[in-house]
């Protein structure tokens, strides 16, 4: 009886004083950690968003990269971090959505190990082809790949990145043979093509646009509902009639497990203030072409149930097997 009172005792204490503690945060610094090198669009993004929170906090929110593995690697620092707010994820679908089918075990488990802050954007990608090739449209580089099994080759970002997916559910639906070539990320892929190591790729739009723009790639399809006005020539997916080849490409934000919900909500409350500021919307999601999308914790999780669905679909077209 009296080891049962002092449990039951030591319950109330330390939930009363995690309460306590969560309604002082954030009193230190809060780590944002991102599982990609420097300079790609999560990285960028993670940046713009960890300096204006720094000034809603009144504490210092940094940036740090810790890429490697396919996101595992910074994944995996952030599911062993304390539960108290000040190491977080900020990464893509990738690391919660698409790792999960393409490995038979992992060093994190993407659903137990975090709870879900918010979803932040969805990126839109563009199917995008070195200037050299002479190709008016992807049915017409589809119908060139079919033809010369040989010829075409993309980037991709390794096994199971946006473009793998994309391009091998692309031959499976169409009967197409684009070679894969993998490279270390979006960026060293993009530059892949404007090189002309490369055909193609499916590429961020962000990234892509100034390359399209000075003629160092030629624009083919859009991975998005509707055009963008920057680029009013430019089919999607969906005019094409491939809208069922197109994994979506989305950002969010995640804690550690066992977060205090108060701390969630804190975060997510401050993360969703700082995208509904006109110029900062203007400039880091609609100038760059990304579509906003902030949501509940709980929206979030349904949404993550949807996109895991989605991703085994595009796995199971591409013949990927889990390693």
């Known amino acids: 009886m009296m080891n049962t009172l002092r449990a039951i005792t030591l319950a109330v204490f330390v939930v ?47 940036v740090e990269n810790k890429p490697g593995a396919n ?5 995996t620092y952030v599911a062993r971090s304390g539960p108290d707010g000040y190491t977080l994820l900020f990464t893509s679908d990738s690391t919660i959505t698409s790792n999960p089918h393409m490995y038979k075990s992992m060093t994190y488990d993407p659903i137990k190990d975090f709870d879900p802050i918010t979803s932040l954007i969805v990126a839109p990608q563009i199917v995008a082809a070195h200037s050299s090739l002479k190709v008016s449209g992807l049915i017409e ?14 980037a991709s970002y390794g096994n199971g990145s946006q473009p793998y997916l994309f391009f091998e559910a692309l031959n499976a639906k169409t009967g197409a043979h684009f070679l894969q070539v993998p490279y270390r990320g979006a960026a060293p892929a993009l530059q892949a093509v404007v090189a002309g190591e490369v055909q193609t790729s499916l590429l961020p739009l962000a990234l892509s646009i100034p390359y399209i723009e000075n003629g160092g790639m030629r624009p083919l399809a859009l991975g998005r509902a509707e055009r963008v006005k920057s680029l009013p020539n430019v ?20 804690a550690p497990a066992g977060t205090p919900k108060s701390v969630i909500l804190t975060i997510h409350k401050n993360v969703s203030a700082v995208f509904s500021e006109l110029e900062f919307r203007n400039r880091h999601v609609i100038k760059i072409g990304y579509d906003l999308a902030i949501r509940s ?15 085994g679909t595009f796995f199971k077209m591409s013949g990927l097997r889990p390693e």
Not at 17 to 42: F, H
Not at 141 to 154: F, G, P
Not at 235 to 254: H, K, R
């Open 297 to 311: 914790p709980d929206a979030f999780v349904k949404f993550i149930q949807q996109d895991f669905a989605s991703k």
């Open 71 to 75: 996101t595992v690697i910074g994944a």
């Open 16 to 62: 009363a004083s995690g309460e306590a503690w969560a309604d002082d945060y954030p009193s230190r610094t809060i780590r944002l950690i991102v599982p990609y090198p420097a300079g790609g669009g999560v990285d960028i993004l993670a940046r713009a968003l960890s300096k204006e929170l720094s000034i809603r906090f009144n504490q210092p929110v940094i």
């Open 141 to 154: 580089m589809v119908n060139l790949a079919k033809q010369d099994t040989r010829s075409l080759s993309y």
């Open 235 to 254: 089919p999607t997916l969906g005019e094409l009639g491939l809208s069922d080849v197109y994994p979506f490409t989305w950002f969010g934000l995640f």
